[in-house]
């Protein structure tokens, strides 16, 4: 790594011009031209075999797979049509990250022909190796069978790359003796316990009619746009998705010109090129905008159900990396990729719903007499405050820990953002009945020629972890990087218990001579009773919050090795058992997985903490420091004297510095650890500080060291040269 490289990165993206912007298509032409949706499926398939498929996609029922040969027949000639060769079951590890195996439609005959075949054997099922994947010991390297199982609630899609076109079929992995090795499996098990659980509470409420109820999900996704020439000569970002080092800029988002600012055109012409493939696919992209940090942006798309959502935000994250690639970025999607400026969430605004009833968390203007809101949302007040720190532990990663409890993300401690109304109304159900609902009002803004128009009832509140927004409640501390499935999971989970709890004591009530409201009220009110202590409308960010929530019993999980351990308690055990959601065995697996993964990053991390600052940093300052010296004796020598300062201030970090890489590469050898907590604490507590330490002297340096020396893209250039 070498100066020059950095100086002729500069002049490269200076020089780089925005790829010319194709002429965009009418959405209605574009719009899921390569899913195989179910008009597709109506267009090719015998009648009966479409009525059956379209009732499993309506109701949730079982798959009768003897419609399968027909449906993978339709699928295979759509998909050779439109100029694919390969098909590939596509499924979602314990990784984050999307998985498929690329399979060919060739069949040779007897008499060496070939024919493109496409069984519905093969559609229904595949076998990639099912011990290579993190699966927490459910699988041994010797015990590698694995399968894969089509999805058929979530359609199949071609994918179009420069390579050629694969038709992807979404499938759920699971071992040969049966467990979840995916994130697919089991949210398709919670939302069906979710089902169970809110039809059996719509239908104590009289509801007589009642289809399927599913969770919905919209997933704003923030991410980070560096040029690649940058991108590329910095080893931290290439390996790790964020800057170990690096000074802040002298400008960064204080002035809080960023956000929502003009989009610099090559960054627009990229975003075009998302949309359009998202829009082919099917993924409703609705907004696009600066976020707050130089540098940052964000797309959000509209609902949809929660497994497709789940899918198609694991695809998006796909498309804004490879396009990134062409428009000659890289998209970083590390939760804190660059030090003092904002990191990236992916907000999930959960809800649920069905076609009978709508949307089962939209108040009404009159909230307070919306007996079937209160209920479910009071069910969801519950499940937050009994499972706060299981909400906790499944965001928790090595990478989100930089960001929670940061000034642009909530803190690790979960609680409740109701808004004024809500507060008001359940705090009236605490002191007995509710009576009324504050009104929402006008906005008069004072000028003629602008319109009067209704406000909100309540304000938003950008510090809270799950804060109800209208008629959904938005999960604000889920990582950039992360999948939604397992936030998703845990939602739904303790919605269906919370339900079923509800209606258990409701039906008790009832069955002792109470009728529905007065039962409905005295639950609400023993549930506010019990569990008001997570409701908070405050600053979450304040000292005073913290203070607050630890007298309220509520945790505080600073790190992920304190929140992973939470998914070994015997409760949320119990919780995921009963509910049918994960076994014992699939939940200790999660465990495992997350816990090495986060091990193993810190560790990477550390890694590079010692190589960048022995290889590339020091030799740079040590460099410097000698052509400054000899500056100095030479200039002595004809009677000129310079202060030595500024030697002075090298010296004195380039030393500490390479103290602290000494004692960071010590601390890595340890590895003698009674338990994964321990190894996990060890690593929060030892490894991380020790790299921070180098960092600080490093960072130290970069502002000492003459820019001609220093090898690294900077802040300045990474984030405001585009």
């Given amino acids: ?72 027949a339709a699928m295979k000639d759509w998909a050779t049509s439109k100029g694919a060769l390969y098909y590939a079951h596509v499924f979602y590890p314990l990784t984050n990250a999307t998985a498929e195996k690329h399979d060919g439609f060739v069949s040779v005959q007897g008499d060496g022909s070939v024919i493109t075949e496409f069984t519905g054997k093969v559609l229904v099922q595949g076998e990639p190796d099912g011990s290579s994947f993190p699966n927490g010991g459910i699988r041994s390297t010797p015990a590698a069978r694995g399968y894969t199982a089509w999805d058929v609630t979530s359609p199949a899609y071609v994918m179009e790359t420069d390579n050629g076109v694969t038709l992807c079929i979404p499938t759920v992995f699971i071992s040969w003796t049966g467990e979840a090795l995916d994130k697919k499996t089991p949210l398709l098990r919670s939302n069906a316990a979710m089902n169970k659980a809110a039809t059996r509470m719509l239908k104590l409420l009289g509801h007589t009619e009642v289809s399927t109820v599913n969770s919905s999900c919209g997933a704003e996704q923030e991410y980070f746009l560096v040029d690649a020439h940058f991108a590329h000569n910095r080893p931290d970002l290439l390996l790790t998705g964020r800057t170990l080092f690096g000074k802040p800029a002298a400008k960064g988002q204080q002035f809080d010109d960023h956000y929502f600012g003009a989009i610099p055109e090559r960054v627009q012409v990229f975003m075009q090129d998302v949309e359009e493939k998202m829009y082919r696919l099917g993924i409703p992209a609705k907004t696009r905008h600066n976020e707050v940090a130089p540098g940052q942006f964000e797309l959000a798309p509209f609902f949809e159900a929660a497994n497709v959502a789940s899918d198609h935000q694991q695809l998006t ?56 809101f209160l209920l479910f949302c009071g069910a969801v007040i519950r499940g937050v405050h009994k499972y706060g720190p299981l909400l906790r532990a499944v965001v928790a990663t090595a990478s989100n820990d930089h960001r929670l409890g940061a000034n642009e993300a909530p803190p690790a401690i979960i609680s409740v953002y109701l808004g004024s109304q809500l507060e008001n109304v359940y705090g009236q159900i605490s002191q007995g009945q509710p009576e009324s609902s504050d009104h929402a009002g006008v906005m008069d803004l004072g000028v003629d020629t602008l319109p009067v128009f209704p406000k909100d009832p309540g304000d938003r509140n950008r510090t809270s972890p799950f804060a109800f927004t209208g008629n959904r409640f938005e999960f604000r501390a889920v990582g950039s990087g992360q999948s939604v499935s397992g936030p998703l999971v845990a939602m739904n989970t303790i919605l269906a218990d919370s339900l079923t709890w509800i209606a258990d004591e409701m039906e008790g009530k009832m069955a002792a001579g109470a009728d529905l409201k007065t039962a409905a009220h005295a639950v609400l009110k023993e549930v506010m009773d019990k569990h008001s202590a997570v409701v908070f409308g405050g600053n979450g960010y304040s000292e005073e919050w913290h203070t607050m929530a630890a007298e309220r019993g509520l945790a505080n999980l600073r790190t992920t090795a304190d929140a992973l351990p939470v998914l070994k308690a015997d409760y949320v055990e119990e919780l995921f058992d009963r509910v049918g959601v994960l076994t014992p065995v699939e939940l200790e697996s999660r465990f495992d997985v997350y816990a090495e993964q986060y091990i193993q990053s810190i560790e990477v991390e550390a890694k590079l903490v010692v190589s960048i600052a022995k290889t590339i940093i020091y ?101 405001f040269v585009k």
């Fill in 1 to 72: 790594m070498s100066h020059e490289l950095r100086v002729q990165a500069i002049s490269q993206v200076t020089d780089r011009k925005p790829l010319p912007s194709k002429v965009p298509q009418r959405l209605e032409a574009l719009w899921a031209t390569d899913v195989f949706t179910l008009s597709k499926m109506q267009a090719s398939l015998p009648k009966d075999v479409f009525k059956s498929v379209k009732h499993t996609l309506q109701t949730g029922g079982k798959l009768d797979v003897s419609v399968a040969g027909a449906v993978a």
């Fill in 317 to 372: 994250m796909t498309i804004l990396r490879n396009t990134a690639k062409k428009h000659g970025f890289v998209c970083l999607l590390h939760e804190k990729p660059f030090a003092g400026v904002n990191g990236s969430g992916k907000h999930v605004n959960w809800s649920v719903g069905n076609a009978t009833q709508g949307n089962l968390l939209d108040p009404g203007d009159t909230p307070h007499a919306n007996m079937q």
């Fill in 619 to 719: 030799p740079a300052a040590i460099r410097y420091l000698s052509e400054l010296s000899a500056t100095i004796a030479s200039l002595k020598e004809i009677g000129i004297e310079l202060e030595k300062e500024s030697a002075e201030k090298v010296a004195a970090l380039v030393k500490p510095m390479m103290d602290t890489v000494s004692k960071l590469s010590a601390a890595m050898g340890k590895h003698d650890f009674a338990t994964t907590e321990d190894h996990m604490q060890y690593m929060a507590q030892t490894i991380r500080p020790l790299m921070d330490k180098v960092r600080e002297y490093a960072d130290g340096l970069e502002g000492e060291v003459a820019d001609d020396f220093w090898p690294l893209p900077t802040y300045q250039e990474m984030l």
